[in-house]
Nanobody, 128 residues
């Protein structure tokens, strides 16, 4: 079992920046691909960014490309989401997710159904 804890959310003005962190604990000796999703009120949870185990493969939703960066250090189990040029439409609860598996963790994933573990979420609010 893996536990994921997100941090770094908050209130920021449009054009500002935030950095989210996701720390994994528990069965962390295994390899995990990880991702960030978000869910705004009344909307479905949507993909934001994904990263493979080594950090060499990343994937982004079109809506955040060029503004957000997902990263991890040397295959570690802490993943970051640097969010720049934030817009009011980025307001949502942001969730961290992890997908285990020695071979499957070699890829980045963009579907909620791909992931095995989820954090509780952290609120990001962007004011106009």
């Amino acid at each position: 079992q893996v536990q994921l804890v997100e941090s770094g959310g908050g209130l920021v003005q449009a054009g500002g920046s935030l950095r989210l962190s996701c720390a994994a604990s528990g069965r962390t000796s295994s390899r995990y691909a990880m991702g960030w999703f978000r869910q705004a009120p009344g909307k479905e949870r949507e993909f934001v960014a994904g990263i493979n185990w080594s950090g060499q493969i990343t994937d982004y939703a079109d809506s955040v490309k060029g503004r957000f960066t997902i990263s991890r250090v040397n295959g570690g189990n802490t993943v970051y989401l640097q969010m720049n040029s934030l817009k009011p439409e980025d307001t949502a609860v942001y969730y961290c997710a992890a997908k285990g598996g020695y071979f499957s963790s070699a890829y980045a994933y963009s579907s909620t159904s791909d992931y095995d573990y989820w954090g509780q979420g952290t609120q990001v609010t962007v004011s106009s």
